[in-house]
């Protein structure tokens, strides 16, 4: 449906076809049309790239004043007084004739071709073209298809050079990998020799090509459209939360695509994210419990695994015996269950939804949060202060790049080693592990630094500080762990620097696991309930809904192995969770599956740690359930169901609800949707959310509901759904008050007041409390301090230890493919990892003799690993940076995670 017009005192008039229409200033004429419900047709034109006007379909009469003439309207910006007729005869003419030319040398393959039955060369050979051709000459053949990566097939026979892929390869992900090629009748699309087109971005160009000449090899020859089922959903692939279509035929998923919403993902999709449609349909799928049988796991009933279940949970000698991690590959609502029969069934606060690789939960979310608009807002500041965002979170990479190309916004970069983000910086500085805290305090410093800090030159430090200083506005910062072998410590402070100096920072969470936002906020973390309140606060609100509320905090990932490790762990659940592979400590992690007497793992796929399982209980994985999930900003968003699990596997909330009843409790739930009320009728930061609200909201809704799009100083105007749902919150709320207890309802308001205020809170700590420093709290403390962040750096691991001249510190990173549990099980993606090698400084390489290639020992105070050396000087120097999960080699086995930072010795392999 066309968006309402703009309103004249903003826009220009034009007529389109006698009809008048209100354009807005700058509009392309193919837009302003389109909007006011006249389709002009285009193949090269793209609302999310800049036009070039390569394939003149889009040519229209247009008359600014000195009579009409065939201009392109995806060139061409609407004018006041301007008329156009997109319906003559010289239109259509010319439309025409550009078809015939198109398809003088197009193959007719379309019954074999991919893009057939949805290809907008056929539909506007229909709609604008001739009948026939009037060629009879023989076409051009080539070779076909030409595979330009693991992932994309190229036609070249079917190519119209409309330049979209090389548009989007070099605009939009910054990798100019395909390009024209030859001239003249010869040209055509391809890569360099011996380069193939790897991009993390490759398969939009395959979404966005208007005929079969990209084509994907996961999808080649597998269904034609019009057999198949579509619906909207979102990935869980990461955090970002993009919007995609699932398409599946014969009860299967065939594919996903981006779908574009302004908020998010614009329609991008990186292509972990698209491609893992294979993990869904892998013949490893659970589709059956498995109990233990002496060293086996074999398939039994389930009713004798959910009371092998609830056998151990029974047995448990107190509720701190108990732990359960992970959560983030469920949905809200698995969660919220899960939660409500951990907490309130079983009584035990050991709940942890992260794997010791993020940040605390009081960190994200007590710090004030920004959205990605926000981040993105033009002219504005940007912190990374965190990991490689086009590794763990690419479409956020996709939608910071366009921010810094496009729209002016200013980015310094502070991490461990160098991003891809690092080239757009407008200032780059890779800090020591363990000493980002001491950078960022000199960053917002009120004078230059005089000496080195953290390693880096003086002179670099204090242009990124003058830097900071001048910008207007406030600072936005994509706050994350940039290294799983240091301390969250680092960060947290760095953190707590940024925001004393700077009180109207926002903060971006870059947390790389799917819902673990969603899972946080259904109190999946020690110390907290549903809602995103703490023990105490939310108690009374709880009362009423739950059996009861743990009397005490539990314990985080790290403390739960620790406690089985030393044998004080009776049942321990896993969630969708393989730590013997994702925990930074691969030996805490085996020690702790070999210290708890009992392991009950809830999974979709066979991992490391489901084979130490004592049960196994097959769980219904993505595009097999219904519900919502919560991205990085907070935002809701729908998840649906497109086909059925495989087997007998089950929902996980159905799990909980199972594994209750037969410990003697109800949970009160019967399906999602219901478990979603109850989220709404009993969680502060959730209050008036339920279904219709979601589905009401292509785009999703920011929770707590009310809250704008964009920050006061934005010029954007939020989303037409999203500001219905805002106009729409209070009437929500008052509609949930109707089917809640007088009770419930006053605690449920007073929690959210409490939660609100603590949300709002902006988090203050003393300078150098992490690093046990002199430095006294400021005299002047922020006006609403968040006392756990400040607790939890008061108290966590201290600075780092003197770096001597043989010490090296690790910086541990993530790449997009890996050893994970999904990529390994989608066959596309599987070889994709890349593996890893030591990465030094050139200078520390020349200062220990070794050289590129060479192998090396690296030599930790628990193990050793032996690896390849890299020369590379965006690592810092006194560091070595190895990425971790990759195949061959365990870096995990180096870590301990009870110091500050990983310090390793460097040897020449003999």
């Not at 359930?625 to 086909?643: H, I």
């Amino acid at each position: 449906m066309p968006e309402p017009e703009a309103p004249a005192a903003d826009g220009v008039v034009v007529e389109i076809n006698g009809r008048e229409v209100v354009a807005r200033k700058g509009e392309l004429l193919i837009d302003a049309a389109e909007r006011a419900g006249t389709y002009i047709p285009r193949f090269c034109y793209h609302e999310r790239m800049r036009p070039v006007g390569m394939c003149r379909m889009c040519l229209v009469e247009v008359d600014t004043g000195r009579g009409p003439a065939l201009q392109p309207s995806c060139m061409i910006e609407c004018s006041p007084g301007m008329k156009v007729d997109t319906e003559s005869e010289v239109t259509k003419k010319a439309q025409d004739g550009v078809l015939e030319f198109l398809l003088i040398n197009h193959p007719l393959d379309c019954p074999v071709c991919d893009k057939g039955g949805e290809c907008p060369l056929q539909d506007q050979t229909m709609a604008y073209g001739p009948g026939e051709s009037r060629f009879v000459e023989e076409k051009r053949h080539k070779e076909k298809p030409i595979p330009i990566s693991d992932l994309v097939l190229l036609d070249r026979e079917r190519c119209i050079l409309c330049d979209r892929c090389t548009r989007f390869a070099k605009e939009v992900a910054g990798d100019p990998l395909i390009h024209f090629i030859h001239r003249g009748n010869d040209t055509e699309v391809n890569t360099f020799p011996d380069e193939p087109f790897a991009s993390y971005f490759s398969g939009n160009t395959v979404q966005i090509c208007p005929v079969g000449a990209l084509t994907a090899s996961t999808y080649r020859f597998k269904a034609r459209p019009w057999d198949l089922e579509t619906t909207e959903s979102t990935c869980q692939q990461c955090s970002v939360g993009c919007r995609i279509s699932i398409d599946s035929s014969r009860d299967q998923v065939q594919r996903y695509a981006g779908v574009d919403i302004d908020p998010v993902n614009w329609g991008w999709l990186c292509d972990k994210g698209r491609f893992s449609h294979e993990s869904v349909t892998a013949e490893a799928r659970l589709g059956e419990p498995l109990v233990r049988q002496g060293d086996e796991l074999v398939p039994t009933r389930w009713a004798d695994a959910l009371g092998r279940a609830a056998d151990a949970l029974r047995g448990a000698s107190s509720p701190e015996a108990i732990g359960v991690i992970g959560g983030a590959r469920l949905t809200n609502e698995d969660a919220y269950a899960w939660a409500k029969l951990a907490k309130g069934v079983l009584g035990t606060d050991n709940v942890d939804a992260q794997l010791g690789d993020g940040l605390p939960a009081e960190v994200v979310l007590g710090l004030p949060r920004a959205t990605i608009d926000q981040v993105c807002e033009p002219g504005g500041t940007v912190v990374l202060l965190g990991p490689d965002v086009k590794e763990e979170l690419p479409v956020l990479f996709l939608r910071l790049r366009h921010a810094v190309v496009s729209d002016g916004v200013t980015l310094v970069e502070v991490s461990p080693r160098t991003t891809g983000l690092t080239g757009l910086a407008a200032a780059s500085l890779q800090p020591r592990p363990g000493e980002a805290g001491e950078l960022v305090r000199a960053l917002v410093a009120g004078s230059d630094a005089e000496r080195d800090v953290a390693g880096l030159p003086a002179e670099a430090v204090n242009a990124a500080r003058r830097l900071l200083a001048g910008s207007r506005g406030p600072l936005t910062v994509v706050l994350g762990r940039p290294s799983v072998a240091e301390s969250a410590t680092a960060v947290v402070d760095a953190a707590t620097a940024l925001l004393a100096a700077r009180p109207d920072t926002t903060f971006l969470p870059a947390l790389r696991r799917a819902n673990v936002h969603g899972a946080l906020d259904m109190g999946l973390a020690p110390g907290l309930l549903p809602g995103r309140v703490g023990l105490d606060e939310g108690r009374d609100c709880f009362a009423g809904s739950w059996p009861s509320v743990p009397a005490s905090r539990g314990l985080d990932t790290e403390g739960i192995l620790r406690a089985a490790a030393d044998g004080h762990i009776d049942v321990l659940v896993l969630l969708g969770a393989d730590p013997l592979a994702d925990f930074p400590d691969h030996d805490l992690a085996e020690r702790a599956l070999a210290g708890a007497r009992a392991v009950i793992a809830v999974e979709t796929l066979p991992n490391a740690s489901t084979r130490r399982a004592d049960v196994v209980l097959a769980a219904a994985g993505f595009a097999e359930k219904a519900g919502t999930t919560t991205n990085l900003e907070g935002r809701v968003s729908s998840l649906s169901q497109r086909v059925t699990p495989p087997g007998t596997a089950r929902a996980d909330w159905m799990l909980a609800a199972e594994l209750a009843a037969r410990l003697g409790a109800d949970l009160g739930v019967l399906d999602a949707e219901e478990i979603l009320a109850e989220i709404g009728r009993v969680a502060p930061s959730h209050l008036g959310l339920d279904l219709a609200v979601v589905a009401g909201s292509p785009d999703g809704v920011l929770v707590p509901l009310g809250q704008p799009e964009a920050g006061p100083s934005s010029s954007g105007d939020a989303p037409e759904g999203q500001r219905g749902a805002a106009a729409d919150a209070a009437a929500v709320r008052s509609d949930a008050a109707d089917d809640t207890t007088t009770e419930e309802a006053e605690a449920a308001a007073a929690a959210a007041a409490e939660g609100a205020a603590t949300a709002e809170a902006q988090a203050g700590a003393a300078d150098g409390a992490a690093a046990g420093g002199d430095d006294a709290v400021p005299d002047e403390p922020l006006s609403a301090p968040r006392p756990e962040l400040v607790a939890f750096v008061a108290g966590a691991p201290g600075s780092a230890p003197p770096l001597d001249a043989y010490a090296f510190r690790l910086v541990a990173t993530r790449k997009l493919y890996d050893q994970g549990t999904t990529v390994q099980a989608s066959a596309h993606l599987a070889g994709l990892a890349p593996g890893t090698a030591a990465r030094v400084h050139p200078a520390d390489a020349d200062r220990l003799g070794v050289s590129a290639g060479e192998r090396v020992v690296l030599r930790s105070a628990r193990m050793s690993i032996t690896v390849p050396v890299e020369l590379d000087p965006g690592v810092p120097r006194g560091a070595v940076a190895l990425v971790t999960n990759q195949r061959d080699v365990r870096v995990g086995d180096l870590i301990a995670v009870d110091g500050p930072v990983t310090e390793l010795r460097i040897e020449t392999a003999s």
